[in-house]
């Protein structure tokens, strides 16, 4: 049966995830989390895209991504190519590094859009690795939370859904809150 084809338009916007093979790891040290984020740049050179947030979890990863002139199957399928081409090289393996077809969560409206860029960001919380979003080394959170850049991500989006002058904190204020109903702080 074939595959259900994928909706894309330019400027759509998902929540991209894959897993490792078995739910094996696809990171297994720091030069693998880098090796990734750098390939993500190459390929964003190749087939312009805007990414929001990301995590890279040790057994898979998300990727909040919009697209601009290229659907996401050419960005995933570049990307996890040359990612499994440098994993099985260095880990001399063979066979598949991601786990079946990645996933891709079309989002369209804006509550949607904020809700992802929360969980992706508290992934890292959720599996108990760390205990604040910050703390996560592989996760575009930090560059929220401290105002640093981060050359992977493009934050003016997610930041423009919040009060003005006070954007990253009020960012930091509704990924760690309990209440994911409460929007106060939000435009």
Request: hydrophobic share 35%; net charge positive.
């Given at each position: 049966?074939?595959?259900?084809?994928?909706?894309?338009?330019?400027?759509?916007?998902?929540?991209?995830?894959?897993?490792?093979?078995?739910?094996?790891?696809?990171?297994?040290?720091?030069?693998?989390?880098?090796?990734?984020?750098?390939?993500?740049?190459n390929v964003r050179?190749?087939?312009?895209?805007?990414?929001?947030?990301?995590?890279?979890?040790?057994?898979?990863?998300?990727?909040?991504?919009?697209?601009?002139?290229?659907?996401?199957?050419?960005?995933?399928?570049?990307?996890?190519?040359?990612?499994?081409?440098?994993?099985?090289?260095?880990?001399?393996?063979?066979?598949?590094?991601?786990?079946?077809?990645?996933?891709?969560?079309?989002?369209?409206?804006?509550?949607?859009?904020?809700?992802?860029?929360?969980?992706?960001?508290?992934?890292?919380?959720?599996?108990?690795?760390?205990?604040?979003?910050?703390?996560?080394?592989?996760?575009?959170?930090?560059?929220?939370?401290?105002?640093?850049?981060?050359?992977?991500?493009?934050?003016?989006?997610?930041?423009?859904?919040?009060?003005?002058?006070?954007?990253?904190?009020?960012?930091?204020?509704?990924v760690e809150s309990?209440?994911?109903?409460?929007?106060?702080?939000?435009?």
């Amino acid at each position: 049966m074939p595959r259900k084809r994928r909706v894309w338009f330019p400027g759509a916007i998902y929540h991209i995830t894959a897993r490792g093979n078995r739910r094996d790891a696809i990171f297994r040290d720091v030069i693998d989390y880098r090796m990734y984020l750098k390939l993500l740049r190459n390929v964003r050179n190749r087939y312009p895209f805007i990414l929001h947030s990301y995590c890279l979890m040790q057994n898979h990863l998300h990727l909040q991504l919009e697209t601009i002139d290229h659907p996401t199957h050419f960005i995933i399928r570049d990307l996890h190519t040359e990612y499994a081409i440098y994993f099985n090289r260095k880990y001399d393996l063979i066979g598949h590094v991601f786990q079946g077809r990645y996933g891709a969560k079309l989002i369209l409206d804006d509550d949607y859009f904020l809700t992802v860029s929360k969980y992706i960001h508290l992934n890292p919380v959720k599996a108990n690795i760390v205990e604040r979003p910050e703390d996560y080394r592989w996760s575009s959170y930090l560059a929220y939370y401290s105002g640093k850049e981060d050359p992977n991500i493009d934050k003016q989006k997610t930041l423009s859904y919040f009060t003005k002058g006070r954007s990253s904190f009020t960012y930091q204020q509704y990924v760690e809150s309990d209440n994911n109903d409460d929007d106060s702080f939000i435009l």
